[in-house]
Nanobody, 118 residues
Framework: QVQLVESGGDLVQPGDSLRLSCEAS????????MAWYRQAPGKERELVAR???????EYADSVKGRFTISRDNDKNMVSLQMFSLQPEDTGVYYC????????????WGQGTQVTVSS
């Protein structure tokens, strides 16, 4: 059974930092491209950051310089370190695993809530 379990979401103030983690089980984590998406109320889910199995990273323009995605293949974990959080960063953050180009499998976690408010 494949599971992606996110943790670390919280209510924080503008300017604060937060670290999200996603632990994967049931997949050969090393070959999967991992990503974080977020969905704000009333908006579509959007890509925040992704990291390839070779640790190449990509970020949404809105988070460049503030967020860092990383992965630990030994622990089957992907993390998102977030600095200088702003109210517009509020949303449910989802962990995503994509097996391409090795397989067609795609998996989502259940999400973790991040709220940035004063």
């Amino acid at each position: 059974q494949v599971q992606l379990v996110e943790s670390g979401g919280d209510l924080v103030q503008p300017g604060d930092s937060l670290r999200l983690s996603c632990e994967a089980s049931g997949i050969f984590f090393n070959i999967y491209r991992m990503a974080w998406y977020r969905q704000a109320p009333g908006k579509e889910r959007e890509l925040v950051a992704r990291i390839s199995h070779t640790h190449m990273t990509e970020y949404a323009d809105s988070v460049k310089g503030r967020f860092t995605i990383s992965r630990d293949n030994d622990k089957n974990m992907v993390s998102l370190q977030m600095f200088s959080l702003q109210p517009e960063d509020t949303g449910v953050y989802y962990c995503y695993a994509n097996g391409q180009p090795y397989n067609s499998n795609k998996y989502w976690g259940q999400g973790t809530q991040v709220t940035v408010s004063s």
